[in-house]
Every structure is written in C-alpha cells, then in structure tokens.
C-alpha cells in the first residue's frame, strides 16, 4: 500500500507562485508515474502533470507554459511549481502516482487546496 502525503497549497494572488510536493511511502521499488490531478468545484478531476521514471512528462493543455514539474527517484517525491497563477487554476491538487507500468492502480493523495483570488 502506497502512502502519500503532500504539502504546499495556499491562497495565492493571481500572477503568483506556488509550489506542491508529494512524497510517497510504503514501497521499496521504483515508482513508474507520479503527478498531480486538480478538481474545481463542479468540475471532473483533471490531469495537472505528470512524470514517468525516465524523465517523460506529460501537461495539462491550459498550464503547460506555466506549471513545471520534478521528481526525485531516489526520495520518491514529486514536486509541482505553479508560476504566473490564474483564478481558474483554484482547486484541490491531489498527488497521484501509479508504481507499476503494467498496472493502472493508481493511489491518491488527501488533496491540498489552492486558491487564487485578489
């Protein structure tokens, strides 16, 4: 069973920055695919980012010049920097990561909240 917990999040001004991280617990092995999903108010949970083992990464369409994420294999964290931050960006950020390439089983952070407002 993997554990993850995250920290980070915030209320933010719009242009602002924040940063997210995520580190999971609770297996030995390498971790194939670790990210970040969000879900605003009324809407479906969304793809932010994510990060394969080897270094691939994949964007969400609306953040994908803004947002940049990083990971330590090593450490088994993931790191999601949130620049140039909209209102629209507002949302609960969950970590998520799948361990195994051959697996869809994916585990899910508690959720941390980001709020962008004047």
């Known amino acids: 069973q993997v554990q993850l917990v995250e920290s980070g999040g915030g209320l933010v001004q719009p242009g602002g920055s924040l940063r997210l991280s995520c580190a999971a617990s609770?297996?030995?092995?390498?971790?194939?695919?670790m990210g970040w999903y969000r879900q605003a108010p009324g809407k479906q949970r969304e793809l932010v980012a994510a990060?394969?083992?080897?270094?691939?990464?994949d964007y969400g369409p609306s953040v994908e010049d803004r947002f940049t994420i990083t990971r330590n294999n090593a450490k088994k964290t993931v790191d999601l920097q949130l620049n140039s931050l909209k209102p629209e960006d507002s949302g609960v950020y969950y970590c998520?990561?799948?361990?195994?390439?051959?697996?869809?089983?994916?585990?899910w952070g508690q959720g941390t909240q980001v709020t962008v407002s004047s």
């Open positions: 609770g297996t030995s092995l390498s971790i194939y695919e």
């Open positions: 998520n990561v799948r361990p195994l390439f051959n697996s869809p089983r994916r585990y």
């Open positions: 990060v394969t083992s080897g270094g691939t990464t």
